[in-house]
């Protein structure tokens, strides 16, 4: 299908003609997501891409009027960011990519949906900033983590999550209207989220994110953190045969390895009580491998050869204070209450890897190395609740994925998720990563099942595992366990969307 030239003449007329193509070649490559996916997208009719906030609404108006479907995106990397039906357009936005403002006395920058976290955290450190960079890799929207996905990362034991720190916005709502939110609509400047103006953060985050359904996200403010560390990062080769060192006796990397979920939420706690550290987490044990290897050879050497059982249960400690006198207090206390919920410090050769790549706690730069293998990968579960909730989930994730990587359709790695406690241990994050052969047919199968068991054992046990984000059929699965919250996603969105074009997966 193809749109109607009365449509496309006038999307052209919006952003000229080199920034519209209806091309077979370049639609292919905007169908997909990643090769691992199990399942196929429709193809869009045409994919757009504007440069600012106007052009959208234009665009938006166009849409309406004709009935076409729009889905915006930037780097492509969720699987709802893709045409799912006959008469679509994709709204690309990566051209939208500046850095607007950054205010240093406020504390504050203001980006567009386009600047990605290699483009922004560098030039934030050299100014002695950094902020909450989601866990995805130096590619990743900034403005896409903060308002439009999870966007959680490593450092959310003592930051929080990306969504605390998200000030005024700009948007287009799916009839294309122009909303200002917080202290931007007043006119007095983007630094408050609420007020004085409309606070609506819960609209475009919530807590995960809607993917586009109740409108396009064109321009927001961040807050910043102060950053202790160097302003310039040292590193040494030429990825990913690099390192990124931290040279400063402020920051000390420690990895324990647990016999049992519950011993690492007990330490998780105790170590929130204290209120130390800057990252804690329990990571997943099949990425920390990869991540150490430069070879699909290496990675099954050191799997096979010990590593899987060294970080069968491993919990990750980054203590980066302000002095060496609180480094001293700070590694202290943390040694106390590792002996006491028995943690077994992992061998050196082992731990010295996080020492010398920083970037897992900053941009996360060997996330690609998590492809090495060529495989399926698909997160599943991203929620959160307490740390004991949540650890009683991962707890239950070895029995529900055994039967799929006993029968070879998924890797055996049952121990395959992460959990990082949030604002010293007050509540946690969860996100199970299963790997597969995506050219085994049976395997490809296995991941629907997989993921149907899982939702199916979160709703008999009422576990909070899976979040609802946008309104598909898995938020109306899960709805009743949130408080009927597909219910109030409908309402919203028949309120702001009737015709029903933003993004509609169902």
Known sequence: MSLAREVYQALEAVVGKRWISEDEFVLAGNRVKTPEVPFTYHSADAIVLPETTEQIQEIVRICN?????????????????????????????????????????????????????????????????????????????????????????????????????????????????????????????????????????????????????????????????????????????????????????????????????YNVRDAMLKIGEAEIAATVLKYFYLPATLMMTNSADEFWEKWEGGYKEALSMPLVVHLAPRSEAEMEYEEKILLEIVEETGGKRIPREIEQWWDEHMDFFMIVGRLQSVLRLGGGWMPNKLASDSVSHICEVGASVNALLSEFTESGKLFDAPENYQIIPMEYGHFAHIEVLIMWDRTNPAAGRGVGEYRARSRNNDIEKSFHAETPGSLNVSTEQIGPLYCDANVWLRKIKESLDPNNIANPLI
């Open 65 to 261: 009027k004709h009935g076409v479907c729009f889905v915006p995106l930037v780097s492509g990397v969720s699987a709802e960011a893709f045409a799912n039906r006959p008469g679509t357009v994709l709204i690309q936005l990566s051209r939208m990519n500046k850095i607007v403002e950054i205010n240093e006395t406020d504390r504050y920058a203001v980006i567009e949906p386009g600047v990605r976290h290699v483009q922004l955290y560098p030039e934030l450190r050299r100014r002695g900033f950094s902020y909450t960079a989601a866990a995805v890799g130096p590619g990743g929207s900034v403005l896409a983590n903060f308002t439009s996905s999870s966007g959680d990362h490593h450092n959310q034991h003592n930051a929080s999550r990306s969504n605390r720190y998200l000030l005024g916005a700009e948007f287009v709502t799916p009839e294309g209207e122009i909303v200002r939110t917080g202290s931007l609509a007043s006119g007095a400047g983007w630094f408050c989220p609420d007020g004085p103006g409309p606070g609506l953060r819960a609209l475009m985050k919530g807590y995960f994110g809607n993917h586009g359904q109740f409108g396009i996200i064109t321009r927001i403010a961040i807050a910043l953190l102060p950053c202790n560390g160097p302003a310039e990062i040292e590193q040494e080769g030429i990825s990913p045969y690099h390192k990124v060192r931290m040279p400063d006796p402020c920051s000390k990397v420690f990895v324990f390895n647990y016999e049992h979920i």
